[in-house]
């Protein structure tokens, strides 16, 4: 497939756009990023045969559309345009695609009781139409200033679905939730959350806490790619649009199902963190040094930035201000490190002594236990260590590391313990 393709969008840096249309098929792909007084000498200049769209202009751009698909007309939102054999433009929305693939994906049937959708934005409607298509029993739309809004929510706890269409907690916004008081859906079965950045919401971990089935957006964002790229072949081929609903029927461009998973785990492994636990002076620091040089990652220590941030030595913050103090700064030290993603990040050994700072760490990483054998710890220079001693400090800790980390990998010398990082998560 030939032509000149890409995303239409006023805020593109963190797109992973260009990623997935390269993993998709062999065509130029690039990001069209348009503040909105640029829009319509960039659709009338006519410098592309398709174009996704994505905030704030997939409802702007339908009025510029020839013609548009049902899902299109039913949502009142375009997010794959193509230019037709006339020069005229063909507005879909494969996101409808995208959010029904999803609830395939885990397996939810909203047709057997009461789905709460947050937000009531394009994205919303494209998820309403989904769900009545599916046959929802019952649908709540919660919004701001609506009769259902987020002061009155809790009537509605006896919703088994749950569902955030807003941005309330994307990226740099991490750690807030859209819902306070989650704990009143005891019926809920389900969460969906939109937003793919951070990976794992506030929202979504408050489900997680309570064994609840929940998943990002970043399934939908795939699959509505791969969608469009079956629509940018079939276009290119002069097959578009075939029927109505122009997505029925890809022959030759239809791309399967499992390269949107394949897509997905790419994605996921590409950006995770990778964060490092365990006893002072476990190693965590240079083996997660060793770990970015090896793997071209950049590294951060919450220590190091605590000593920037605080402008003096963790020693002397410690005599001078106090552990508490200390115990803020590092509170602080990964909220700032840990909503960014493709890191390695190294904590200090009292990460866990705060219950709050686990669910900061998972927002977008893998813990992973650094466990070293008591006898090989140094001491000297270490101040808890050396106030409390390595046994009562192993005691009281290695409990937390051993509950809150994913995968626990043994140390055996910085070298050996990189290479064993790298296989399980770089291969």
Partial sequence: MTGRYGLLGERLTHSFSPFIHAELGSYEYNLFEKKPEELDSFIKGGDFDGLNVTIPYKKIIVPYCGNLSETARVTGSVNTVTRLSDGSLYGDNTDFFGFAYLLKKININPATGKTIILGNGGSSRTVQAVLKNMNAEELVVVERNGNDNYENIEKHRDAQIIINTTPVGMYPDNGFSPIIGFGVFQNCKAVIDLIYNPARTELMLQAEERGIINVNGLSMLVSQAK??????FNASRKNYPSSEPAIQGMDA??????????????????????????????????????????????????????VKTAGKSIPDILVQDGENTFRMLEIDSIKALCKERSLIIATGGGIVKRNENRRVLGQNGIIVYLDRDIADLPVTGRPLSEKEGLKALAAARLPLYKEWCEYTVPVRGVEQTTEALYLKFFV
């Fill in 227 to 232: 969608k469009s790229a079956e629509i940018f």
């Fill in 253 to 306: 461009g239809s791309i399967p199902d499992e390269k949107t998973e394949e897509i997905v785990l790419k994605i996921t492994k590409m950006t995770r963190n990778i964060i490092l636990i365990g006893m002072p002076g476990c190693g965590k620091s240079s083996i997660g040094k060793a770990l970015a040089e090896k793997t071209g990652r950049s590294f951060a220590d919450t220590d190091e930035w605590i």
